[in-house]
């Protein structure tokens, strides 16, 4: 069940200039191209103590570490330049986010600590004030406190959280069990970095932007309920690389986990897309963390000529605070499509299936 959006502070002090101005990425458009990360984590030294059971070498969305046979800590964290300008959307957002790595491993929050990178000397402690308050508001919605954090000066701000949960270790949905029938299911529509650059460029008011905020400040922990008592075989959370790129990992990881080659079959047309965003791709508004994540997917993905560059570009759209891509055995589908439903999620989309195939990660994308 989706709960109201909270009333905003009073705001004591206008913001000049606009937070998205001194953003140079938006959001989780800011993340490193998957290309570059590959290059920069290569060879880095991977956990051998056994008690971290999910590391950073299968591209999970958190790390976990057993401290009990029937516990383990979930521990992630996300922190991004400014999306939107409303300094409490900003906060609600980047704290949504962050927990969603948490919900996308089957996890539970327990606590958070918020980071800050702050150009006090331009925008002054009101609007940081509030964007605290935003992100408070959704730890308190998901039933967590931000116990403390860390704050930096810096000429582009930036802000997130580390969030810490709890696990039964047995209960892992990590990116790495997907297999082949498997069902693929997605839980938010995709074009928030489209619609987020769109305003960005002034080319459209930031009444486009309603849906999309609506959005990135739903939690994921109902669809992740949901998942849990399905009984899914991998997760994810939508984000900065975009739905091929994450789904990408998830079938290279599951490709590795299985010692066979684990692909996908995904249909165009079941993506559910906000409003606008196919307009604003064709007029040629596209963020250029987009453009990157579909330059990295593109070798394994095998599109049907219809598709056109828009839409490719689409599936590769970096998202913030995207929603669950969840992969489970067709005789769950329907049971976990009838909960999500009954939860309210923002979409309960069948977007494809995954498939054996030659070659791990292949991506065949059919109109
Ligand atoms: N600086 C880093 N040092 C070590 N591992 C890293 C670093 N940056 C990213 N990683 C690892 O790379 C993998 C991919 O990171 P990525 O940020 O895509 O995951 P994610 O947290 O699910 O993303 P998101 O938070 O946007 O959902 C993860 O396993 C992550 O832990
Ligand atoms: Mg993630």
């Not at 008011?205 to 994921?220: D, F, G, Q, R």
């Amino acid at each position: 069940m989706n709960v109201a959006t909270p009333p905003k502070p009073a705001s004591a002090e206008s913001a000049v200039p606009r937070l998205t101005e001194l953003a140079r990425f938006a959001g989780c458009a800011a993340k490193i191209s998957q290309a570059d990360l590959h290059k920069a984590l290569a060879g880095l030294p991977v956990a051998s103590d056994p008690r971290v059971l999910v590391g950073h070498d299968t591209s999970d969305d958190a790390a976990i570490i057993k401290l009990r046979e029937d516990l383990a800590l979930v521990e992630t964290v996300d922190i991004f330049p400014p999306i939107v300008d409303d300094a409490y959307d900003y906060g609600r957002i980047a704290a949504t986010n962050a927990l969603s790595d948490i919900y996308a491993m089957g996890g539970t929050p327990l606590n958070a600590l918020s980071f800050v990178a702050w150009p006090v000397d331009t925008l002054g402690t009101v609007p940081l004030r509030q964007v605290l308050d935003g992100a408070a508001a959704i730890c308190k919605e998901a039933g967590i406190a931000i116990s403390g954090g860390h704050s930096i000066v810096d000429e582009e701000p930036k802000f997130g959280l580390f969030v810490t949960g709890t696990i039964d270790p047995r209960k892992i949905v990590s990116n790495a069990g997907a297999r082949p029938g498997d069902a693929l299911v997605l839980t938010k529509p995709i074009g928030t970095g489209v619609l987020t650059t769109a305003v960005k460029r002034n080319a459209a008011p930031e009444s486009v932007l309603a849906a999309a905020i609506k959005s990135m400040t739903t939690l994921n922990r109902d669809a992740a309920e949901a998942m849990n008592a399905a009984g899914a075989t991998a997760a994810t959370d939508i984000t900065g690389f975009g739905l091929l790129g994450h789904l990408g990992n998830m079938l290279r990881a599951s490709s590795t986990a299985a010692g066979t080659p684990i692909g996908a079959k995904l249909s165009y047309s079941a993506v559910p897309v906000f409003d606008r965003v196919t307009g604003f791709l064709k007029e040629g508004l596209c963020p250029g963390g987009t453009k990157r994540n579909l330059e990295y997917a593109a070798p394994n993905a095998r599109f049907a000529d219809e598709l056109a560059e828009p839409q490719r570009l689409l599936l590769a759209d970096a998202q913030t605070s995207g929603g669950l891509l969840i992969a489970v055995p067709q005789d769950k589908l329907a049971g976990l499509l009838a909960d999500l439903k009954k939860r309210g999620t923002l979409a309960q989309a069948v977007i494809g299936s995954v498939t054996a195939a030659d070659k791990p990660g292949v991506i065949e994308v059919t109109a």
